[in-house]
């Protein structure tokens, strides 16, 4: 879906027709149908219209969200949505210099990494649920197989939180992440910049766009390529990426065509292990591995995408987005699969995928109308959608078990890849499709009163199985009704409150694990909330969240196999609190706290525990002060802050956790205003080098993800 820049998004706190007004005022007949207060309104916004009309409008201001069509796929403002979209600006992903999703949603509460997959993948729980491949991390509001969505083309990332398979379909309860990509602009400019880390090495980056002569086309170009030292004591992160995009911006219609493409070589590294009998850390250098230099993976990923606008009429707009996504690569690694406590000694195998290849597909087309039915406005919303994910691995490498590495005198070389094929664990497959239809309305009650229902009806086929020869483990189709109704009530213009009730779905799916008729995962949600627009510069929302979910999968290993089984019930209930914006002309702020209960309430074996890797308690602040005018009208920023967890549970049965902790981050910016302006940032993560752990495997002790030390980034940026 592409982000679509509201008509008023400048005008804050308008609660009727401040989005739409000139679908409603163009006929006079509905005008003189409507009660005066409406007209009122009417009359009242396009006086603000007419003063805020040459505004350079967009969906943030510095570090402030002002809208997002991320929630009801419409413009409509933030306080007018019952449901919480959280925003990290393009301007703080700037001053933190973010580099990976991860670093991106430290800003936003009670979302946090989980299972990496040896640090290949992005994966994070949102209110508790979640996981890697569950595609809940999408491009532009489109379902897509990318490893790492995060790149040099992110202009911003925004999260909505809870049950969100209305328009989106099959997701996990706890929300989506959209990561909204730049697009070609009519006004030519560019940037081009450099990075150097302390960990050895660096990255660079150019940025060109405008539009092309003599037609209504305008085009952008982006690239980035890094080569930097892995901060343990081997390995390398090597990448390079392109993305050229074109627009061509008609009278009535715009349309938008983009691709990228990705080739990374990355360590394949599952991190550390906890000793279950003190429940700790082993006690080595965080910077010392336990696997092998040929740990690592090799892969190349395409997007490719069309976004297509037309404005019928005055009042209603026909959209369709396409989405085209494809990941392969092959790894190999020396697994941990066992460790003696007393001895410190190892048990390991090496392990190997070669050959993996996903796919999806994914389109959806819309009609949007901005309406005056029965006196009252709406914003309808109604759709047709349609998915395909294919994944294939073909090579699945197993080999014997092999003892005599031991941590605290580790000794490398002495096992070698391996080639042999496990035909049982081979050409693991799975495919999902489709067909969805969905209808939604935003309906202005009174000039307080907002309700935005919707209902969405998804018939989908599921396939897989592996094997030599291929043994199917499942063939399964359904269909499912998946409701929400929110209502919103303007408790003064800048001040709303919100409610919602909404369920979401997912099947059941393994490529490795047998799952026969296991039922799909169903969820239920409540949510109640506050939003504010304070200072006329800051967003804030309060939440509390009930989310109740039965037929959870869960892996467990079991004689070295994976088995795939389900909890009778699980349940999320919590509070989380954001707001970002300035606080003052030269002080700009983004804050979060968040505090989930997330465990099981109904199966025999983890009844009351707490789901793995879910803290109870989330928090992170930010803030940067801005001197203009230090010399020759230059303007140094500082800023500092923050981020920290409680502890987690490190498997489905909390045999050991994961400590809190809290990181620092720091950096300084002098941007010298010349005739091609340049930007010198220095940049300090994890300031105090703090030892902490983002994340575990989920199944056993022996995969946890240790956070990167301290690392310092001199960044040199020219503007054009």
């Known amino acids: 879906m592409t982000p679509h820049t509201p008509s008023f998004a400048g005008i804050k706190g308008r609660a009727l027709f401040s989005l739409a007004c000139a679908g409603v005022l163009t006929s006079p007949g509905l005008m003189a149908a409507q009660p005066a207060a409406t007209q009122d309104k009417k009359e009242d916004v396009m006086t603000v219209v007419g003063e805020t009309a040459q505004a350079d409008l967009s969906a943030t201001d510095g570090y402030q969200p002002l809208s997002s069509s991320t929630a009801t796929l419409t413009s409509m403002p933030l306080l007018d949505i019952p449901q919480v979209v959280n925003t990290v600006s393009d301007k703080v992903l700037e001053d933190q210099h973010v580099t990976t999703l991860d670093e991106a949603l430290y800003n936003v509460a009670n979302v946090v990494q989980t299972n990496t997959l040896g640090g290949t993948q992005d994966a994070f729980t949102r209110r508790g649920f979640g996981a890697n491949r ?225 796919k999806m597909h994914a389109a959806r087309a819309d009609l949007q109308g901005n309406v005056v039915i029965g006196g009252m406005y709406n914003e309808i919303l109604s759709g047709i959608a349609y998915e395909n994910y294919d994944l294939l691995r073909t090579d699945m490498i197993r080999c014997k078990n092999v ?85 919103v009530y303007k408790l003064t213009p800048s001040v709303s409150l919100f409610g919602n009730y909404s369920q979401a779905f997912m099947p059941q799916s393994s490529v490795a694990s047998y799952i026969g008729d296991l039922p799909p995962e169903e969820s239920t949600a409540w949510e109640l909330g506050a939003k504010f627009e304070l200072f006329r510069g800051v967003t804030a929302n309060i939440a509390l969240f009930d989310i109740h979910k039965r037929n959870v999968l869960y892996n467990e290993q079991i004689g070295g196999e994976t088995i795939a089984k389900t909890a009778g019930k699980v349940r999320s209930r919590g509070v989380e609190v954001d707001l970002a914006g300035a606080l003052t002309e030269n002080l700009s702020v983004i804050a979060s706290y968040g505090y989930t209960d997330a465990r099981v309430t109904d199966d025999p074996d983890y009844a009351g525990k707490p789901l793995p890797n879910v803290p109870k308690h989330t928090g992170s602040l930010f803030l940067t002060y801005d001197i203009h005018n230090v010399w020759n009208s230059n303007t140094l920023t500082f800023g500092a802050g923050g981020h920290g967890v409680s502890r987690r549970s490190g498997t489905n049965g909390a045999d050991y956790y994961l400590p809190g902790y809290a990181v620092a981050d720091a950096f300084a910016a002098y941007r010298l205003k010349l005739q091609y302006p340049v930007t010198l940032q220095v940049n300090v993560k994890n300031l105090f080098d703090k030892t902490y752990y983002t994340s575990s495997i989920a199944t056993n002790n022996l995969g946890n993800q240790i956070g990167d030390p301290r690392e310092v980034q001199f960044t040199v940026k020219m503007d054009f």
């Open 403 to 487: 003892k005599g590495f031991n941590i605290y005198s580790p000794v490398y070389g002495t096992l070698d890849k391996c080639t042999t094929v496990s035909a049982a664990d081979s050409d693991q497959r799975i495919q999902q499709e489709s067909y969805a239809a969905y209808v939604q309305d935003a309906l202005y009650l009174t000039d307080r009163w907002i309700a935005v229902t919707g209902v969405r009806y998804q018939y989908y086929t599921q396939y897989a199985g592996k094997g030599r020869p291929f043994q199917e483990n499942t063939d399964s189709a359904d269909r499912k009704w998946t409701p929400k109704a929110g209502l």
């Open 134 to 358: 569950d595609g809940s991390v999408m491009t532009n509001g489109l379902r897509t197989v990318l490893p790492r969505s995060f790149n040099a083309a992110t202009s911003r990332v925004e999260v909505l939180k809870g049950p969100s398979s209305t328009l989106y379909g099959i997701l996990d309860p706890g929300g989506l992440i959209n990561v909204i990509t730049k697009r070609p602009e009519q006004t030519f400019g560019g940037s081009l910049s450099g990075t150097s880390s302390s960990f050895g090495g660096g990255s660079g980056q150019f940025d060109v766009t405008g539009p092309i002569d003599g037609t209504p086309l305008a085009f952008r170009l982006i690239g980035e390529y890094q080569n930097e030292d892995y901060w343990r004591n081997f390995g390398n992160n090597r990448s390079s990426f392109i993305a050229p995009s074109l627009a061509w911006f008609g009278e009535d219609a715009t349309v938008n065509l983009s691709w990228s493409h990705r080739d990374y070589h990355v360590p394949f590294d599952r991190g550390t292990i906890f000793d279950l009998n003190t429940g700790q850390a082993v006690k080595v250098d965080p910077k010392v591995r336990f696997d092998e230099p040929f740990n690592i993976t090799d892969g190349k990923s395409d997007l490719a995408q069309l976004n297509a606008e037309y404005r019928l009429n005055s009042a209603w707009t026909a959209r369709v987005d396409y989405s085209y996504s494809q990941d392969k690569y092959s790894d190999n690694q020396a697994r941990v699969m066992a460790y003696d406590a007393k001895t410190g000694n190892l048990t390991r195998r090496v392990d190997a995928t070669q050959g993996s290849t996903q």
